[in-house]
């Protein structure tokens, strides 16, 4: 799922309530600059796609790898690129605050001391969203794709050893991932010996 500014505000505006509905029951979510009344079951219904949005914010974001980012910053994805401006940022938060998915660093109270006046916030998802990627063998050329935590992988990537970031993953994929080379073709390169003499 790609993150854009009119995913993010399409999503905003099918969690809201409709006309006629009773607003006794709410989700709240209360950005930087708007405070919105979610209805809870389209928000409920709403939140693996809005799991999916955040996971597309850069990953410092997250608790567990960057503590969090400012505000400001949130107007990049993952992959570095401007997705939105501050009014559909605002929108996501809200919908991150109400889902229990992002929260505020410090108190409101607080912001102005920080650079531009604007707040941290960090990602907190409980259950990771896994990612498929392909990885193409260097020897044979065949493509296989592996599930990944993407949180994980960014670890992996900033140096953790592998098998402290996939400790579940199976040692076959981890020298894929390591080597570029699958199973069949490792074996054929580095044969078992056998130990009868």
Known sequence: MKLTAQIVHDTFLECLFKDGESTDNYKLGEAVLI??????????????????????????????IG??????NMCVDINDNQWGEHKNIDELV?????????????????????????????LNLIKHIMTTISVQC????????????????TKWQKGMLIQNAFPDMSADDRELLISGTCTICWEEMFPEEDETP
């Open 138 to 153: 260097k020897c044979c050329g065949k493509n296989q794709d592996l599930d990944v935590d993407p949180i994980s992988y």
């Open 67 to 72: 503590g969090g980012i400012s505000f400001l």
């Open 35 to 64: 405070k919105v009344g979610f209805n809870p079951k389209r928000l409920k219904e709403k939140e693996p796609l809005i799991d999916k949005l955040l996971k597309e914010l850069p990953t410092d974001i997250h608790k567990n």
């Open 94 to 122: 809200a919908l991150g605050i109400a889902t229990g998915k992002l929260s505020f660093l410090t108190p409101r109270k607080m912001w102005n001391l920080l650079p531009g006046g604007m707040p941290y916030l960090v």
